[in-house]
């Protein structure tokens, strides 16, 4: 299975892009799709689950172009928007059965596939409660549940894990890992740790366009040597971020210890071993 995007622009006004000339290709497995708010990554993904249309280029699934066809692509989506919403009184059970056939998905095995989402979304002891008692995680996790309700191929998370505890982010991340062996699933988030822990590929957006795209190795090549640590003292900070990317500062006694990007490190500093949030720092301040 095979997604391209080739050359998609959102065009908004005559200055204004929301995505503009986008192009990626896309197998199975797990992708991170990370950029700072505003950087179109909404507007790329609701292109691509067929929501919006875009104003130039094509969008392929398996050779069928999905703009033209839109159909293809919905059979086989699963998909969480950021803006996902919810009927407060219905159960999560009523609610999934209601989206279950809103998707013309049934047969004798659709309320064992629902408890065994609800299971695996640790669900099931609230199950009958009204979702409108649910915390926000709560709510989030049935998102998470109706987007995986078909079996879909493709499934497109925008910042899923938005409300979630430490405990359920690990679970979530479990979940989508044991999906991505047999489906596409593309994962949106500004969080660095949502990503680098699953992701098999990661492309860094910015201003709606592509900076980088590749394994997490590849990312890792624009900060190789360029990443460093130091002590300074607390009133030296503005002037040392001048010329250079702070990635943390943290108290230490009576000074900063700082991990910073640059390709011209200050005396005493300790070259570090880079990561994935010092690669997309160092591309969204840069590029």
Not at 201 to 221: C, D, F, H, P, R
Request: overall charge positive; aromatic content about 6%; proline content about 3%.
């Amino acid at each position: 299975m095979t997604l391209e995007i080739q050359n998609v622009s959102k065009k908004y006004n005559k200055n204004q892009y929301g995505v503009k000339d986008f192009s990626i290709s896309i197998e199975k497995g797990i992708l991170g799709l990370l950029g700072p708010n505003g950087a179109g990554k909404s507007t790329l993904l609701k292109m691509i689950a067929t929501v919006n249309k875009p104003t130039k280029g094509c969008i392929i699934l398996n050779k069928n172009n999905i703009i033209k066809d839109a159909n293809y692509m919905r059979k086989q989506l699963g998909f969480l928007p950021q803006d996902f919403g919810v009927y407060p009184n219905l159960n999560a059970y009523e609610f999934l059965e209601y989206i279950a056939a809103m998707k013309g998905v049934g047969g004798n095995n659709l309320k064992s596939r629902i408890s065994k989402l609800l299971e695996g979304l640790n669900l099931i002891d609230a199950a009958k409660k009204p979702i409108g008692s649910y915390s926000g995680g709560m709510k989030q996790r049935v998102g998470i549940a109706q987007a995986l309700l078909n079996n879909p191929k493709i499934v497109i998370f925008d910042e899923p894990t938005v409300g979630l505890d430490p405990e359920e982010r690990v679970r979530f991340r479990n979940l989508i890992s044991d999906l991505a062996n047999d489906c596409i699933v593309i994962l949106s988030s500004h969080i660095v740790s949502d990503i680098d822990t699953i992701a098999d590929k990661v492309a860094i957006m910015k201003k709606g366009t592509l900076l980088s795209y590749g394994t997490q190795e590849n990312i890792l090549q624009h900060v190789t040597n360029k990443v460093f640590e130091t002590t300074i003292d607390k009133e030296n900070l503005t002037a040392f971020k001048a010329d250079k990317i702070i990635v943390s500062a943290s108290r230490k006694n009576n000074q900063l210890l700082v991990r910073y990007i640059t390709n011209t490190p200050i005396e005493n500093s300790i070259k570090k071993t880079a990561n994935l949030e010092d690669a997309y720092l160092y591309l969204t301040k840069t590029k």
